[in-house]
């Protein structure tokens, strides 16, 4: 009895303790992070998810530095203040530029301080690089130089304004971020300079610019260039390429820049300066598609949601996988080691009530060996450390996997991923190129739909088709000859097939007294003799309103068709997505241009009547009619490789309908060439006119309808 009370009293004891022991420590209970993680699938939806990081703890709050006073050693609090740059090197030591104070703050792995380097009148530094070796490189910003110090501090040589012929004399140098490669090149970025990186061999001569971007060029600067004078010109500003914000190098040598531009933001150069990611976007904009996903972000600052993107710093771990924050946005994004984005996250900023995660001004980004993420915040002035989730991690373990080529131990993490996240996109991807890998070609083609990878669609479908050409092609070259065979037989006795010659002449016959037949069967006759045809729709009534809603009908139904079942390989966004705002777009624009082409054949003194443009616009749309089906179903049999050829035949329908309304406008309107031209051009500015005032009474209607409802809250209340 006493042996069963003295184990309830253990028992007791330690619930209680671990009770306190939850207490007194909470960030060691599991807690869900204090902001919504997103992704995006095939179709650039946002696609909740869970966190991939979560907050662990901040380092860098707490420095105290040892003070002789009196004779007395004892500790100061010395905090950061205003800091710019991190760096974590190979050991998991922390540097940070401690911009303010004149110093590069060095704390260990736990984020407990070491020391403090000072060197020869450091002022202002916002860029520190640490090499392999422990040679430390400070961008000092204050005294517009580089300073190269040994691993316990000392200086071993400083880097001024480079000379050469190839940088004049007003060119602005003030570094304030660097990286260096394995030769011992220092690659410098110089505030406000649009020339590139300023690139500086290991005994700090120039060497030459590197990664320069391209210059922006607008629709207006193109239009000023064509008809401004050399002297209105010289009057513009100059329009100069981007200046670079950050730099990074991987452990491969790649160098990684970010830039103040919405093209080429973040680029990926190899050693000839060469940027490998052309075809990349980055950034994500802070709005969002609904008033639901801006409350399940708990986007509280509206103004938030309308600024563009501004990404401020970049990193690649240990995987590969590049993290980018947006200082603007305050978010965090990763990218896979192809620069597909993995996910992203972003949350409330409530200034005066900080919170672990939430950065409230990242300036910069690295991590360590663990894949831990150090976001560092120069208004907190202290560094946010996240460590990846079992979420996290399995992703960084299949997406690791797939870039080394090892696809089949990639399969069963990625079908992990999913089990965590059915939604989660760039899984369907990695079970995708497993299944092609394996050439189970027809499970890649389900795959690759599902992820939005139109290339890989395209290719796997491909291999599908030559397989099914290799199984059947005995059947189809007999089917072929039969048919030759057959064709030739029924020419050769077609003369003696009276009774085929009298059925279809009794057929005509029929057809051609019913009114709307003929007026349908007219269109056929437009396509062979436009200008006479549309000619006949006024002077012999060959055509009506009945036939020319039936040809509009046919012709939403034959785009409806086009979107459902347009192969995937050509149309890769989902249907129900934009069917309704495409025919809603089409048939605007379609009355519009009757109304207004009606209105500008009146004022120049053209002869059609409504009647007239109406259903002449219905008829030159016949070409979707004849071409729209038969395109939609060669597309299913097509590969990316022959796009050219549907490309061709989609330019041809739509410059075969063109043509038909300008012959249209031509015949209808009694005009020469140049009559109709001045009609078209005259057409679309008042179309444009048109939209414009609609919009404008669309939303004075609306300020309207919630003037009168505010006055009807305020009455019934």
């Not at 420095?63 to 950061?80: D, F, H, M, T, V």
């Not at 300023?198 to 600067?221: A, H």
């Not at 669309?698 to 003037?707: D, I, K, R, T, V």
Request: aromatic share 12%; glycine share 8%.
């Amino acid at each position: 009895m006493e042996k069963r009370r003295a184990g309830r009293r253990l028992i007791y004891m330690l619930t209680i303790l671990c009770i306190l022991t939850a207490a007194l420590l909470p960030e060691s209970a599991a807690a869900e992070p204090p902001y919504m993680t997103f992704s995006k699938d095939g179709y650039d939806r946002r696609i909740p998810s869970q966190a991939a990081y979560y907050p662990s703890t901040v380092v860098g709050d707490k420095i105290y530095k040892k003070k002789i006073q009196n004779g007395a050693e004892r500790l100061e609090y010395s905090p950061l203040k205003r800091p710019q740059d991190l760096f974590i090197d190979r050991k998991d030591e922390i540097y940070i530029a401690d911009t303010d104070n004149n110093r590069i703050v060095h704390l260990n792995r736990d984020g407990e301080f070491l020391r403090e380097i000072t060197a020869k009148g450091m002022k202002s530094p916002q860029g520190v690089f640490v090499a392999s070796d422990g040679t430390i490189y400070v961008a000092d910003t204050g005294n517009k130089r580089i300073l190269k110090l040994s691993a316990s501090g000392e200086l071993l040589a400083e880097y001024g304004r480079p000379e050469s012929r190839f940088i004049d004399e007003s060119f602005h140098y003030e570094p304030t971020n660097l990286v260096v490669d394995a030769r011992g090149f220092m690659y410098v970025i110089s505030n406000g300079s649009y020339q590139g990186i300023i690139q500086l061999d290991p005994e700090g001569r120039f060497y030459g610019f590197y990664g320069t971007n391209m210059t922006e060029v607008s629709l207006m600067d193109i239009v000023r260039k064509l008809f401004y004078t050399e002297e209105q010109l010289s009057r513009q500003v100059r329009t100069l390429p981007s200046t670079i914000r950050n730099i990074h190098i991987d452990e491969q040598g790649f160098i990684y820049t970010v830039s103040a531009t919405d093209k080429e933001q973040v680029k990926k150069l190899n050693i000839r300066g060469e940027n490998q990611w052309k075809d990349k976007k980055f950034g994500i904009e802070p709005r969002f598609r609904n008033r639901s996903q801006a409350a399940e972000t708990q986007q509280t600052d509206s103004k938030q949601e309308v600024q563009k993107s501004g990404l401020t710093d970049i990193t690649v771990d240990r995987n590969g996988n590049l993290v980018a924050i947006d200082k603007v946005s305050n978010a965090v994004t990763q990218y896979g080691p192809n620069g597909e984005l993995l996910f992203f996250w972003t949350g409330p900023v409530t200034i005066g009530s900080p919170q672990l995660g939430i950065s409230q001004s990242p300036v910069a980004v690295d991590t360590n060996s663990n894949n831990e993420l150090f976001v560092l915040d120069d208004s907190q002035n202290l560094i946010h450390v996240l460590k990846p989730t079992e979420f996290g991690m399995l992703l960084h373990k299949a997406t690791s996997l797939s870039q080394e080529g090892k696809y089949a131990e990639s399969e069963p993490v990625w079908r992990e991923v999913l089990r965590l996240n059915a939604l989660y996109s760039p899984a369907y991807q990695g079970l995708a190129e497993a299944a092609y890998y394996k050439e189970d070609y027809k499970e890649a083609l389900r795959l690759f739909k599902l992820s939005g990878d139109v290339g890989g669609y395209s290719d796997s479908y491909w291999q599908l088709r030559l397989q099914w050409f290799q199984r059947h092609f005995s059947v189809m070259a007999n089917t072929v000859f039969a048919a030759a065979i057959l064709i030739w037989i029924f020419y050769r006795s077609k003369k003696r097939m009276r009774f085929l010659t009298q059925g279809s002449q009794r057929l005509r016959g029929l057809l051609g007294k019913n009114k709307l037949l003929v007026q349908l069967r007219h269109a056929f006759t437009i396509l062979r003799h436009p200008i006479d045809g549309f000619t006949d729709l006024r002077y012999r009534q060959k055509g009506g309103y009945l036939s020319a809603f039936l040809l509009l009908l046919f012709v939403t139904l034959v785009l409806l068709a086009k979107e459902y079942y347009t192969s995937f390989t050509f149309m890769p966004v989902p249907s129900n997505e934009r069917s309704g705002s495409f025919l809603m777009t089409g048939a605007v624009t379609w009355l519009t241009w009757v109304v207004c082409n009606y209105l500008i054949g009146s004022i120049r003194q053209g002869e059609a009547r409504f009647k007239d443009v109406f259903v002449g616009s219905s008829y030159a749309l016949f070409p979707i009619v004849i071409l729209g089906l038969p395109l939609a179903a060669v597309s299913n049999i097509m590969t990316l490789s022959e796009s050219s050829i549907y490309g061709f035949f989609q330019a041809g329908m739509l410059i075969w309908c063109g043509c038909l309304f300008f012959w249209k406008i031509q015949s209808l309107q009694n005009y020469g060439v140049g009559e109709t031209v001045g009609n078209i051009l005259l057409t679309a500015f008042a179309m444009i006119i048109a939209w414009v005032l609609i919009s404008i009474i669309a939303g004075l209607s609306s300020e309207l309808q919630n003037f009168f409802y505010t006055i009807y809250q305020e009455v019934s209340m």
